[in-house]
Protein backbone atom coordinates (compact mmCIF):
# COMPACT_ATOMS: atom_id res chain seq x y z
CA UNK A 1 0.00 0.00 0.00
CA UNK A 2 1.03 3.48 -0.78
CA UNK A 3 1.45 6.10 1.67
CA UNK A 4 -0.83 8.23 0.46
CA UNK A 5 -3.54 4.99 0.56
CA UNK A 6 -2.15 4.79 3.90
CA UNK A 7 -2.92 7.92 5.23
CA UNK A 8 -6.39 8.37 3.57
CA UNK A 9 -7.66 5.17 5.73
CA UNK A 10 -6.18 6.38 8.99
CA UNK A 11 -8.33 9.62 7.80
CA UNK A 12 -11.42 7.61 7.46
CA UNK A 13 -10.33 5.48 10.14
CA UNK A 14 -11.54 9.16 12.55
CA UNK A 15 -14.85 8.78 11.12
CA UNK A 16 -16.13 5.44 13.03
CA UNK A 17 -16.66 4.47 16.56
CA UNK A 18 -13.18 2.71 17.65
CA UNK A 19 -13.57 -1.07 18.44
CA UNK A 20 -11.59 -1.06 21.37
CA UNK A 21 -11.16 1.34 24.19
CA UNK A 22 -9.80 4.19 23.59
CA UNK A 23 -11.38 7.15 26.61
CA UNK A 24 -10.03 9.75 24.44
CA UNK A 25 -11.60 8.62 20.98
CA UNK A 26 -15.15 6.82 23.38
CA UNK A 27 -15.21 10.73 24.53
CA UNK A 28 -14.98 12.57 21.62
CA UNK A 29 -17.60 10.11 20.02
CA UNK A 30 -20.23 10.89 23.18
CA UNK A 31 -19.58 14.75 22.65
CA UNK A 32 -20.17 14.63 18.97
CA UNK A 33 -23.67 12.76 19.61
CA UNK A 34 -24.31 15.24 22.42
CA UNK A 35 -23.27 18.15 19.69
CA UNK A 36 -25.54 16.73 17.39
CA UNK A 37 -28.59 16.74 19.38
CA UNK A 38 -27.87 19.60 20.86
CA UNK A 39 -28.04 21.41 17.38
CA UNK A 40 -31.19 19.47 16.50
CA UNK A 41 -33.04 20.86 19.91
CA UNK A 42 -31.93 24.25 18.71
CA UNK A 43 -34.90 23.95 15.53
CA UNK A 44 -38.02 24.15 18.58
CA UNK A 45 -39.21 27.45 18.48
CA UNK A 46 -41.92 29.65 20.93
CA UNK A 47 -44.24 26.75 22.15
CA UNK A 48 -47.15 27.59 20.22
CA UNK A 49 -44.89 26.63 17.27
CA UNK A 50 -45.62 23.00 15.68
CA UNK A 51 -42.72 23.08 13.13
CA UNK A 52 -39.07 22.73 13.61
CA UNK A 53 -38.76 25.69 11.31
CA UNK A 54 -40.49 27.58 8.34
CA UNK A 55 -41.35 25.28 6.19
CA UNK A 56 -42.16 28.40 3.62
CA UNK A 57 -38.28 28.07 1.70
CA UNK A 58 -38.69 23.98 1.62
CA UNK A 59 -41.97 24.52 -0.60
CA UNK A 60 -40.54 26.52 -2.71
CA UNK A 61 -37.56 24.45 -3.22
CA UNK A 62 -39.80 21.81 -3.81
CA UNK A 63 -41.94 23.81 -6.54
CA UNK A 64 -38.95 24.44 -8.51
CA UNK A 65 -37.11 21.55 -8.53
CA UNK A 66 -39.39 18.62 -9.15
CA UNK A 67 -36.43 16.22 -9.75
CA UNK A 68 -34.40 16.39 -6.42
CA UNK A 69 -30.60 14.93 -7.29
CA UNK A 70 -27.48 14.58 -5.09
CA UNK A 71 -23.83 15.26 -6.30
CA UNK A 72 -20.58 13.35 -4.17
CA UNK A 73 -19.47 16.06 -2.38
CA UNK A 74 -15.50 16.88 -3.26
CA UNK A 75 -13.82 16.97 -1.07
CA UNK A 76 -15.73 14.32 1.48
CA UNK A 77 -17.24 16.62 4.16
CA UNK A 78 -16.69 16.41 7.76
CA UNK A 79 -18.33 15.18 10.78
CA UNK A 80 -19.44 18.84 11.86
CA UNK A 81 -20.77 19.42 8.24
CA UNK A 82 -22.77 16.61 7.91
CA UNK A 83 -24.42 17.38 11.05
CA UNK A 84 -25.55 20.40 10.22
CA UNK A 85 -27.05 19.26 6.86
CA UNK A 86 -28.70 16.70 9.01
CA UNK A 87 -30.54 19.17 10.93
CA UNK A 88 -31.11 21.30 7.80
CA UNK A 89 -33.35 17.79 6.66
CA UNK A 90 -35.37 18.20 10.17
CA UNK A 91 -36.45 21.81 8.76
CA UNK A 92 -39.79 22.19 8.50
CA UNK A 93 -40.50 18.91 10.47
CA UNK A 94 -44.27 19.37 12.05
CA UNK A 95 -44.30 18.37 15.32
CA UNK A 96 -46.68 15.77 15.77
CA UNK A 97 -45.94 14.86 19.21
CA UNK A 98 -46.36 18.07 20.48
CA UNK A 99 -49.51 18.27 22.70
CA UNK A 100 -51.10 21.22 19.74
CA UNK A 101 -50.54 19.15 16.84
CA UNK A 102 -53.76 16.18 17.49
CA UNK A 103 -54.55 15.27 14.25
CA UNK A 104 -53.30 11.50 14.35
CA UNK A 105 -52.16 8.89 17.00
CA UNK A 106 -48.96 10.11 17.79
CA UNK A 107 -47.68 9.66 21.45
CA UNK A 108 -44.58 11.75 22.91
CA UNK A 109 -41.45 9.45 23.21
CA UNK A 110 -40.34 8.77 26.68
CA UNK A 111 -36.81 10.32 27.25
CA UNK A 112 -35.55 6.83 28.13
CA UNK A 113 -37.59 5.15 24.81
CA UNK A 114 -35.54 7.57 22.88
CA UNK A 115 -32.16 6.40 24.35
CA UNK A 116 -33.24 2.85 23.82
CA UNK A 117 -33.41 3.62 20.24
CA UNK A 118 -30.37 5.21 19.88
CA UNK A 119 -27.87 3.34 21.27
CA UNK A 120 -28.44 0.15 19.19
CA UNK A 121 -27.24 2.13 16.59
CA UNK A 122 -23.36 2.49 18.44
CA UNK A 123 -22.77 -1.69 17.98
CA UNK A 124 -25.16 -2.71 15.56
CA UNK A 125 -26.79 -6.38 16.75
CA UNK A 126 -29.07 -8.17 14.66
CA UNK A 127 -31.72 -9.73 16.09
CA UNK A 128 -31.66 -12.69 13.56
CA UNK A 129 -30.28 -14.33 16.44
CA UNK A 130 -28.63 -13.99 19.94
CA UNK A 131 -25.34 -14.95 18.76
CA UNK A 132 -25.43 -11.59 17.46
CA UNK A 133 -26.35 -9.39 20.15
CA UNK A 134 -27.67 -12.35 23.55
CA UNK A 135 -28.70 -9.10 25.76
CA UNK A 136 -31.16 -7.20 23.27
CA UNK A 137 -32.31 -10.58 22.06
CA UNK A 138 -33.22 -11.32 25.65
CA UNK A 139 -34.55 -8.09 26.03
CA UNK A 140 -36.95 -8.67 23.34
CA UNK A 141 -37.96 -12.19 25.09
CA UNK A 142 -38.75 -10.02 28.53
CA UNK A 143 -40.72 -7.44 26.17
CA UNK A 144 -42.27 -10.43 24.90
CA UNK A 145 -43.37 -12.23 27.95
CA UNK A 146 -44.32 -8.81 29.68
CA UNK A 147 -46.90 -7.97 26.86
CA UNK A 148 -47.86 -11.53 26.74
CA UNK A 149 -48.62 -11.69 30.89
CA UNK A 150 -50.70 -8.19 29.74
CA UNK A 151 -52.75 -9.90 27.33
CA UNK A 152 -53.84 -12.98 29.60
CA UNK A 153 -51.90 -15.37 27.51
CA UNK A 154 -49.68 -17.88 29.25
CA UNK A 155 -45.58 -16.53 28.85
CA UNK A 156 -44.65 -19.61 28.93
CA UNK A 157 -46.18 -20.56 26.51
CA UNK A 158 -46.56 -17.52 24.15
CA UNK A 159 -44.17 -16.04 21.90
CA UNK A 160 -43.43 -13.30 19.30
CA UNK A 161 -41.21 -10.89 17.44
CA UNK A 162 -40.91 -7.77 16.67
CA UNK A 163 -41.34 -5.91 13.35
CA UNK A 164 -41.42 -3.37 11.23
CA UNK A 165 -44.56 -1.48 12.14
CA UNK A 166 -48.41 -1.93 12.43
CA UNK A 167 -48.63 -3.16 9.19
CA UNK A 168 -46.48 -6.07 9.96
CA UNK A 169 -47.93 -7.25 12.87
CA UNK A 170 -51.34 -7.96 10.52
CA UNK A 171 -48.99 -9.40 8.12
CA UNK A 172 -47.81 -11.76 10.11
CA UNK A 173 -51.22 -12.86 11.62
CA UNK A 174 -53.25 -13.27 8.40
CA UNK A 175 -49.82 -15.21 7.19
CA UNK A 176 -50.00 -17.34 9.95
CA UNK A 177 -53.66 -17.70 9.62
CA UNK A 178 -52.96 -18.53 5.90
CA UNK A 179 -50.74 -21.59 7.04
CA UNK A 180 -53.74 -22.69 9.61
CA UNK A 181 -55.96 -22.72 6.26
CA UNK A 182 -54.17 -24.00 3.96
CA UNK A 183 -51.41 -25.89 5.62
CA UNK A 184 -48.10 -25.94 4.06
CA UNK A 185 -48.71 -23.08 1.65
CA UNK A 186 -45.20 -21.32 2.80
CA UNK A 187 -43.73 -23.43 0.48
CA UNK A 188 -46.71 -24.90 -2.30
CA UNK A 189 -48.28 -21.78 -2.69
CA UNK A 190 -51.73 -21.01 -2.06
CA UNK A 191 -54.23 -24.02 -3.93
CA UNK A 192 -57.23 -23.11 -2.91
CA UNK A 193 -59.80 -19.76 -2.70
CA UNK A 194 -59.63 -18.08 0.46
CA UNK A 195 -60.69 -14.96 2.33
CA UNK A 196 -59.74 -12.52 5.21
CA UNK A 197 -62.74 -11.15 7.04
CA UNK A 198 -62.37 -8.09 9.07
CA UNK A 199 -64.45 -4.84 10.17
CA UNK A 200 -65.52 -1.97 7.57
CA UNK A 201 -63.65 0.02 10.14
CA UNK A 202 -60.68 -2.02 9.82
CA UNK A 203 -56.90 -0.59 9.53
CA UNK A 204 -56.47 -0.59 5.47
CA UNK A 205 -53.39 -3.36 6.27
CA UNK A 206 -55.74 -5.77 6.13
CA UNK A 207 -55.86 -5.05 2.26
CA UNK A 208 -52.12 -4.35 2.26
CA UNK A 209 -51.52 -7.93 3.57
CA UNK A 210 -54.14 -9.61 1.79
CA UNK A 211 -52.32 -8.04 -1.65
CA UNK A 212 -48.70 -8.74 -0.91
CA UNK A 213 -49.52 -12.41 0.78
CA UNK A 214 -51.26 -13.23 -2.84
CA UNK A 215 -54.58 -13.46 -0.98
CA UNK A 216 -56.02 -10.75 -3.14
CA UNK A 217 -57.43 -7.23 -1.70
CA UNK A 218 -60.82 -7.81 -3.00
CA UNK A 219 -61.12 -10.93 -0.86
CA UNK A 220 -60.82 -9.18 2.31
CA UNK A 221 -64.69 -9.12 3.14
CA UNK A 222 -65.47 -6.67 4.83
CA UNK A 223 -67.70 -7.15 8.04
CA UNK A 224 -70.51 -4.33 8.93
CA UNK A 225 -69.83 -2.11 11.98
CA UNK A 226 -72.27 -1.10 14.54
CA UNK A 227 -73.02 2.89 15.74
CA UNK A 228 -70.22 2.21 18.49
CA UNK A 229 -67.70 1.78 15.27
CA UNK A 230 -67.61 -2.12 16.24
CA UNK A 231 -68.43 -5.41 14.34
CA UNK A 232 -70.56 -7.49 16.39
CA UNK A 233 -69.62 -11.06 16.44
CA UNK A 234 -72.92 -12.10 14.63
CA UNK A 235 -72.13 -10.12 11.28
CA UNK A 236 -68.35 -12.19 11.25
CA UNK A 237 -70.05 -15.48 12.22
CA UNK A 238 -72.64 -14.56 9.01
CA UNK A 239 -70.00 -13.50 6.83
CA UNK A 240 -67.84 -16.45 7.59
CA UNK A 241 -70.93 -18.66 6.94
CA UNK A 242 -71.57 -17.27 3.36
CA UNK A 243 -67.62 -17.60 2.56
CA UNK A 244 -67.27 -21.37 3.79
CA UNK A 245 -70.92 -22.08 1.36
CA UNK A 246 -69.41 -20.50 -1.24
CA UNK A 247 -66.23 -22.90 -0.94
CA UNK A 248 -63.78 -20.51 0.55
CA UNK A 249 -61.17 -21.11 3.36
CA UNK A 250 -60.94 -18.29 5.77
CA UNK A 251 -57.34 -17.41 6.32
CA UNK A 252 -57.48 -15.31 8.71
CA UNK A 253 -60.51 -13.05 10.86
CA UNK A 254 -59.21 -9.89 11.90
CA UNK A 255 -60.92 -8.38 14.97
CA UNK A 256 -59.97 -4.52 15.75
CA UNK A 257 -59.17 -3.37 18.98
CA UNK A 258 -59.19 0.10 18.80
CA UNK A 259 -59.88 1.62 15.63
CA UNK A 260 -57.60 4.44 14.24
CA UNK A 261 -59.90 6.64 13.71
CA UNK A 262 -62.70 6.00 16.24
CA UNK A 263 -60.99 3.59 18.93
CA UNK A 264 -63.97 1.41 18.16
CA UNK A 265 -63.26 -1.94 20.00
CA UNK A 266 -64.24 -5.49 18.21
CA UNK A 267 -65.62 -8.04 20.68
CA UNK A 268 -62.99 -10.39 20.37
CA UNK A 269 -64.21 -13.21 23.61
CA UNK A 270 -67.46 -13.15 21.20
CA UNK A 271 -65.46 -13.55 18.16
CA UNK A 272 -63.83 -16.35 19.21
CA UNK A 273 -67.02 -18.38 20.93
CA UNK A 274 -68.56 -17.32 17.48
CA UNK A 275 -65.50 -18.76 15.48
CA UNK A 276 -65.60 -22.17 17.71
CA UNK A 277 -69.21 -22.64 17.04
CA UNK A 278 -68.86 -22.78 13.24
CA UNK A 279 -66.11 -24.79 13.48
CA UNK A 280 -68.20 -27.15 14.85
CA UNK A 281 -71.62 -26.77 12.86
CA UNK A 282 -69.30 -27.09 9.48
CA UNK A 283 -67.03 -29.59 11.09
CA UNK A 284 -64.04 -27.81 9.68
CA UNK A 285 -60.59 -29.87 9.16
CA UNK A 286 -58.68 -26.70 10.72
CA UNK A 287 -59.72 -23.40 13.03
CA UNK A 288 -59.59 -19.91 11.52
CA UNK A 289 -57.25 -17.62 12.67
CA UNK A 290 -58.41 -14.86 14.83
CA UNK A 291 -56.14 -12.40 14.96
CA UNK A 292 -56.33 -8.72 17.03
CA UNK A 293 -55.27 -6.03 15.13
CA UNK A 294 -54.64 -4.49 18.79
CA UNK A 295 -52.25 -1.97 18.13
CA UNK A 296 -53.85 1.12 19.88
CA UNK A 297 -56.00 -0.61 22.38
CA UNK A 298 -53.44 -3.08 23.89
CA UNK A 299 -52.03 -0.43 26.26
CA UNK A 300 -55.74 -0.68 27.58
CA UNK A 301 -54.95 -4.06 29.26
CA UNK A 302 -52.88 -2.11 32.21
CA UNK A 303 -56.18 -1.97 34.07
CA UNK A 304 -57.04 -5.64 33.94
CA UNK A 305 -56.21 -5.93 37.23
CA UNK A 306 -56.89 -2.60 38.46
CA UNK A 307 -59.25 -2.61 41.20
CA UNK A 308 -61.79 0.16 40.15
CA UNK A 309 -63.28 0.77 43.44
CA UNK A 310 -60.41 1.02 45.34
CA UNK A 311 -59.31 3.47 42.46
CA UNK A 312 -55.94 4.14 44.32
CA UNK A 313 -54.69 6.43 41.48
CA UNK A 314 -58.11 8.31 41.91
CA UNK A 315 -59.07 8.72 38.40
CA UNK A 316 -62.34 10.88 38.50
CA UNK A 317 -65.23 9.24 37.98
CA UNK A 318 -66.16 9.75 34.43
CA UNK A 319 -62.57 8.44 33.59
CA UNK A 320 -62.62 6.03 35.76
CA UNK A 321 -65.96 4.56 34.38
CA UNK A 322 -64.07 4.81 30.86
CA UNK A 323 -61.46 3.23 31.36
CA UNK A 324 -63.08 0.55 32.91
CA UNK A 325 -66.00 0.12 30.08
CA UNK A 326 -62.55 -0.04 27.68
CA UNK A 327 -60.24 -2.78 30.04
CA UNK A 328 -63.32 -4.95 30.09
CA UNK A 329 -63.58 -5.03 26.00
CA UNK A 330 -59.99 -5.31 25.95
CA UNK A 331 -59.63 -8.09 28.77
CA UNK A 332 -61.03 -10.29 25.24
CA UNK A 333 -57.52 -10.30 24.08
CA UNK A 334 -56.53 -13.33 25.68
CA UNK A 335 -58.68 -15.67 23.19
CA UNK A 336 -57.17 -14.55 20.28
CA UNK A 337 -54.44 -16.67 18.50
CA UNK A 338 -52.45 -13.54 17.80
CA UNK A 339 -52.06 -9.75 18.19
CA UNK A 340 -50.54 -6.60 17.33
CA UNK A 341 -48.97 -3.88 19.91
CA UNK A 342 -47.47 -0.87 18.55
CA UNK A 343 -45.67 0.74 21.60
CA UNK A 344 -45.02 3.91 19.35
CA UNK A 345 -48.92 4.56 19.85
CA UNK A 346 -50.03 4.22 23.31
CA UNK A 347 -46.73 2.78 25.10
CA UNK A 348 -45.06 6.23 24.40
CA UNK A 349 -41.93 4.64 22.88
CA UNK A 350 -40.25 6.05 19.27
CA UNK A 351 -40.99 4.71 15.35
CA UNK A 352 -41.02 1.86 14.89
CA UNK A 353 -41.84 -0.42 18.00
CA UNK A 354 -44.18 -2.93 17.19
CA UNK A 355 -44.70 -6.33 18.37
CA UNK A 356 -46.46 -9.55 17.06
CA UNK A 357 -47.81 -11.55 19.52
CA UNK A 358 -48.86 -15.31 19.31
CA UNK A 359 -50.99 -17.12 22.07
CA UNK A 360 -48.95 -20.29 21.31
CA UNK A 361 -45.40 -19.32 20.30
CA UNK A 362 -44.78 -23.21 18.94
CA UNK A 363 -47.38 -21.90 15.74
CA UNK A 364 -44.33 -19.37 14.61
CA UNK A 365 -42.97 -22.84 13.73
CA UNK A 366 -44.93 -22.86 10.69
CA UNK A 367 -43.43 -20.00 9.15
CA UNK A 368 -39.99 -21.61 9.61
CA UNK A 369 -37.51 -21.93 6.67
CA UNK A 370 -35.09 -25.01 6.07
CA UNK A 371 -31.90 -24.21 8.23
CA UNK A 372 -29.86 -25.36 4.99
CA UNK A 373 -31.45 -22.43 2.82
CA UNK A 374 -29.77 -20.28 4.68
CA UNK A 375 -26.28 -21.80 5.19
CA UNK A 376 -24.54 -18.91 6.17
CA UNK A 377 -26.15 -18.28 9.60
CA UNK A 378 -27.37 -19.33 12.94
CA UNK A 379 -23.71 -21.06 13.64
CA UNK A 380 -23.80 -19.51 17.29
CA UNK A 381 -26.44 -18.94 19.95
CA UNK A 382 -29.45 -21.04 20.45
CA UNK A 383 -32.37 -18.55 19.97
CA UNK A 384 -32.87 -17.97 16.07
CA UNK A 385 -36.44 -15.65 15.44
CA UNK A 386 -34.22 -15.62 12.09
CA UNK A 387 -35.82 -18.80 11.37
CA UNK A 388 -39.20 -17.77 10.69
CA UNK A 389 -39.21 -14.03 10.60
CA UNK A 390 -39.84 -11.87 7.57
CA UNK A 391 -37.31 -9.99 7.93
CA UNK A 392 -33.38 -11.41 8.00
CA UNK A 393 -32.11 -8.26 9.44
CA UNK A 394 -34.04 -6.88 12.48
CA UNK A 395 -32.99 -3.79 14.66
CA UNK A 396 -33.00 -3.67 18.42
CA UNK A 397 -33.83 0.11 18.41
CA UNK A 398 -38.03 -0.89 18.90
CA UNK A 399 -37.12 -3.48 21.11
CA UNK A 400 -34.81 -1.25 23.49
CA UNK A 401 -37.44 1.62 22.37
CA UNK A 402 -40.17 -0.32 23.99
CA UNK A 403 -37.80 -1.98 27.14
CA UNK A 404 -37.01 1.12 28.27
CA UNK A 405 -40.38 3.26 27.82
CA UNK A 406 -41.80 0.34 29.90
CA UNK A 407 -39.39 -0.16 32.72
CA UNK A 408 -39.42 3.65 33.03
CA UNK A 409 -43.07 4.15 33.38
CA UNK A 410 -44.22 1.02 34.74
CA UNK A 411 -47.81 -0.26 34.75
CA UNK A 412 -48.91 2.61 36.93
CA UNK A 413 -47.16 5.14 35.15
CA UNK A 414 -49.06 3.87 31.65
CA UNK A 415 -52.29 4.22 33.97
CA UNK A 416 -51.70 7.83 34.95
CA UNK A 417 -50.69 8.84 31.35
CA UNK A 418 -53.62 7.01 29.56
CA UNK A 419 -56.29 8.11 32.18
CA UNK A 420 -54.76 11.48 31.56
CA UNK A 421 -55.98 11.51 27.75
CA UNK A 422 -59.17 9.76 28.64
CA UNK A 423 -59.82 13.04 31.05
CA UNK A 424 -59.05 15.50 28.86
CA UNK A 425 -61.02 13.59 26.14
CA UNK A 426 -64.21 14.17 28.13
CA UNK A 427 -63.13 17.16 28.64
CA UNK A 428 -63.13 17.97 24.70
CA UNK A 429 -66.34 16.13 24.48
CA UNK A 430 -68.65 17.88 27.15
CA UNK A 431 -67.18 21.55 25.80
CA UNK A 432 -68.14 20.30 21.97
CA UNK A 433 -71.12 19.18 22.65
CA UNK A 434 -72.41 22.10 23.87
CA UNK A 435 -72.76 23.66 20.36
CA UNK A 436 -76.05 22.94 18.57
CA UNK A 437 -74.10 23.36 14.92
CA UNK A 438 -71.49 20.59 15.83
CA UNK A 439 -71.87 16.89 16.46
CA UNK A 440 -69.53 14.61 18.23
CA UNK A 441 -69.13 11.69 15.93
CA UNK A 442 -67.84 8.56 18.32
CA UNK A 443 -69.31 9.30 21.69
CA UNK A 444 -70.17 5.68 22.16
CA UNK A 445 -66.60 5.25 22.16
CA UNK A 446 -64.06 5.76 25.24
CA UNK A 447 -60.61 6.17 23.58
CA UNK A 448 -58.42 9.24 23.48
CA UNK A 449 -59.58 10.57 19.93
CA UNK A 450 -62.40 12.65 19.27
CA UNK A 451 -64.63 12.53 15.55
CA UNK A 452 -66.84 15.66 15.33
CA UNK A 453 -68.68 17.09 12.46
CA UNK A 454 -69.38 20.68 12.34
CA UNK A 455 -72.66 22.23 10.11
CA UNK A 456 -74.05 25.27 8.64
CA UNK A 457 -75.12 27.85 10.50
CA UNK A 458 -79.22 27.36 9.41
CA UNK A 459 -78.52 23.42 10.45
CA UNK A 460 -79.59 21.30 13.71
CA UNK A 461 -76.45 19.19 14.11
CA UNK A 462 -78.19 15.94 15.55
CA UNK A 463 -81.19 16.13 13.42
CA UNK A 464 -78.95 16.71 10.27
CA UNK A 465 -76.62 13.48 11.31
CA UNK A 466 -79.87 11.51 12.24
CA UNK A 467 -81.23 11.93 8.11
CA UNK A 468 -77.53 11.32 7.02
CA UNK A 469 -77.47 7.81 8.36
CA UNK A 470 -81.11 6.96 7.44
CA UNK A 471 -81.75 9.03 4.42
CA UNK A 472 -80.54 8.12 0.98
CA UNK A 473 -81.57 11.80 0.11
CA UNK A 474 -79.25 13.12 2.14
CA UNK A 475 -75.99 11.85 -0.35
CA UNK A 476 -75.72 15.44 -2.16
CA UNK A 477 -76.08 17.72 1.00
CA UNK A 478 -73.51 15.49 2.80
CA UNK A 479 -70.98 15.40 0.36
CA UNK A 480 -71.24 19.42 0.80
CA UNK A 481 -70.99 19.08 4.62
CA UNK A 482 -67.90 17.12 3.83
CA UNK A 483 -66.55 20.37 1.71
CA UNK A 484 -67.79 22.41 4.52
CA UNK A 485 -66.05 20.25 7.26
CA UNK A 486 -62.53 20.27 5.08
CA UNK A 487 -62.56 24.31 5.06
CA UNK A 488 -62.65 24.16 8.78
CA UNK A 489 -59.70 21.50 9.08
CA UNK A 490 -57.78 23.63 6.37
CA UNK A 491 -58.44 26.67 8.26
CA UNK A 492 -56.93 25.14 11.63
CA UNK A 493 -53.92 23.90 10.20
CA UNK A 494 -52.89 26.71 8.40
CA UNK A 495 -53.38 28.72 11.78
CA UNK A 496 -51.49 25.89 13.93
CA UNK A 497 -48.47 26.06 11.34
CA UNK A 498 -48.69 29.79 11.58
CA UNK A 499 -48.55 29.72 15.55
CA UNK A 500 -51.98 29.06 16.11
CA UNK A 501 -53.15 27.10 19.12
CA UNK A 502 -53.68 23.53 17.61
CA UNK A 503 -53.49 21.28 14.70
CA UNK A 504 -56.83 19.37 14.08
CA UNK A 505 -56.88 16.18 11.97
CA UNK A 506 -58.96 14.66 9.40
CA UNK A 507 -60.52 11.52 8.39
CA UNK A 508 -62.65 11.49 4.89
CA UNK A 509 -64.87 8.50 6.35
CA UNK A 510 -65.84 8.49 9.59
CA UNK A 511 -68.27 6.51 8.61
CA UNK A 512 -70.49 5.81 5.50
CA UNK A 513 -74.06 7.52 5.00
CA UNK A 514 -77.31 6.04 4.52
CA UNK A 515 -76.80 6.28 0.42
CA UNK A 516 -72.91 4.60 1.28
CA UNK A 517 -71.77 8.44 0.99
CA UNK A 518 -68.67 9.18 3.26
CA UNK A 519 -69.31 11.13 6.03
CA UNK A 520 -66.03 13.10 6.75
CA UNK A 521 -65.34 14.33 10.47
CA UNK A 522 -62.16 16.98 12.04
CA UNK A 523 -60.45 14.61 14.51
CA UNK A 524 -58.69 15.30 17.72
CA UNK A 525 -56.28 12.76 19.40
CA UNK A 526 -54.97 13.83 23.02
CA UNK A 527 -52.20 11.69 24.17
CA UNK A 528 -49.17 13.78 24.99
CA UNK A 529 -48.44 14.12 28.73
CA UNK A 530 -48.03 17.70 28.58
CA UNK A 531 -51.87 18.34 27.57
CA UNK A 532 -53.57 20.56 30.00
CA UNK A 533 -57.15 21.76 30.54
CA UNK A 534 -55.76 25.12 28.64
CA UNK A 535 -55.05 23.43 25.72
CA UNK A 536 -57.78 21.94 25.60
CA UNK A 537 -59.92 25.34 26.23
CA UNK A 538 -58.00 26.92 23.40
CA UNK A 539 -58.96 24.17 20.69
CA UNK A 540 -62.34 24.22 21.50
CA UNK A 541 -62.22 28.07 20.50
CA UNK A 542 -59.92 28.15 17.88
CA UNK A 543 -62.35 25.38 16.46
CA UNK A 544 -65.83 28.12 17.20
CA UNK A 545 -63.60 31.09 15.63
CA UNK A 546 -62.36 29.30 12.75
CA UNK A 547 -66.56 27.90 11.82
CA UNK A 548 -67.67 31.83 12.74
CA UNK A 549 -65.01 33.28 10.27
CA UNK A 550 -66.49 30.87 7.90
CA UNK A 551 -69.67 31.80 8.19
CA UNK A 552 -68.98 35.67 7.60
CA UNK A 553 -67.17 34.53 4.54
CA UNK A 554 -70.33 33.36 3.55
CA UNK A 555 -72.21 36.07 4.37
CA UNK A 556 -70.15 38.38 2.37
CA UNK A 557 -70.24 36.19 -0.69
Known amino acids: MTRRFEAELERLRGGFPVPGIDPAADEALAEQIATAVRQSLRLKTAAPRLLLSSVAELEAEAEANKLVSMDWPVPAEGLAAVVRELCECLEGLPLETHPRNQVNVNAQPSTAGIIGSLLPALFNPNLTSDGRGAG ?135 LVVARDRIVADYRLDYVPHVHADAVIGWAWNVFRDYDFEANLLEFDGATSQALKRVADRVAGLRVADSLGVDFHKTGFAPYVSSLFLVRRGADLERLARRRDSMPYLFHSGRHHPGLYSLETTRSASGVLAAFASLRMLGRDGLRVLLGAAIARTQQLRERLGQWPWLRVVNASTDGPVTLYRAYPPDCDAAEAWSRELRDPSFAARSLAWNAYNRRIHEATQAAAHAGGPAGVGWTESACLGAAGQPLAALKTYLLSPFLDGKTVEELVQHVRSVRDRLRIEERAD
Open 136 to 270: CSRAERRVVALAARLAGYEPAVAGGLFTFGGTGTVLYGVKLGLETAIPGAMRTGIDRPVVVLASERAHHTCLTAAGWLGIGEDRVWRVPAEDDFAARSESFAACACRAIEAGYRIAAMVATVGTTDAFGVDDVAS
